[in-house]
């Protein structure tokens, strides 16, 4: 919500191939996975309506708002009020002054930390994670061949325009608009999901078939030593006969 998109100029065309990846962590006693915002992080109900599916992202985006609140007195965000600690809220209010010596080098070394993971953060990863990766290409826009007929609608649909040349239309519609197209690269979509290497029903197999190994290897032994005595005691008795 905070951290993710793509950059669009004025006078461009963009096209964004999406493609799915899902990834669902087994959590519980297997790794430490989460479906809820963390409660050492302190978000008030507002700020987790505005996002309310649990993602790392904007966990450590709020963290490092946390920690510049309570280090340096200010934020550069203008989310407001969006903490249960009013000491944070307070801090909400003022944005941090680049001309201020105290609050600028305040300000970089906590994003030293946030950049080498050097915060103290309660931010797992979450149990299930949905993840849009893209492929975007740039192209001018309106193009030569496509312009006329742009210049040609607005003329129709607007009156402002009438006095204008077709190249200062043209102009003003590339300092002014964008288009973007957004579609799936595929159909399908790529899911990851973690399974315990060994698990209870593992070991119960593994030790059902060594044990069968070992007492089956154990009968035929006796039934060896058995054959043997038996044919022992059949020469004693044949050389007391003699």
């Known amino acids: 919500m905070f951290t993710k998109g793509s950059p669009v100029s004025p006078g461009s065309a963009a096209f964004m191939a999406l493609q799915k990846k899902e990834i669902v962590r087994k959590g519980g006693k297997y790794g430490n996975c989460t479906t809820e915002w963390p409660q050492g992080l302190h978000l008030n109900r507002a700020a987790i309506a505005k996002s309310p599916v649990y993602n790392r992202e904007d966990c450590l985006y709020f963290c490092r708002l946390n920690d510049l609140a309570r280090t340096c007195g200010c934020i550069d965000s203008y989310d407001q009020f969006y903490s249960t600690d009013s000491s944070i809220n307070n801090a909400s209010l003022r944005f941090c002054d680049n001309f201020d010596p105290i609050q600028r080098n305040c300000r970089i070394n906590v994003e030293f930390k946030s ?15 949905v993840m849009f990766t893209t492929q975007q290409s740039l192209t001018e826009w309106p193009g030569e061949t496509y312009a006329p007929f742009v210049v040609n609608r607005l ?11 077709n190249e200062n239309i043209i102009q003003k519609i590339r ?61 004693y008795a044949r050389k007391l006969m003699h």
């Not at 129709?156 to 040349?165: A, F, Q, Y």
């Open 175 to 235: 300092r002014n608009f964008a288009r973007v197209e957004v579609f799936y690269e595929h159909i399908t979509f790529e899911r990851i999901w973690e399974t315990p290497a060994y698990d209870i029903s593992s070991l119960l197999s593994d030790f059902g078939g060594s044990l069968g190994l070992w007492l089956g290897w154990s009968v035929l032994i006796v039934f060896q030593l058995a054959h043997f005595f038996c044919r022992v005691a059949l020469v």
């Open 155 to 165: 003329l129709e649909r607007s009156k402002s325009t009438k006095n204008l040349t």
């Open 115 to 129: 950049q080498n993971g050097l915060l103290d953060c309660p931010c797992p990863h979450p149990c299930t994670s």
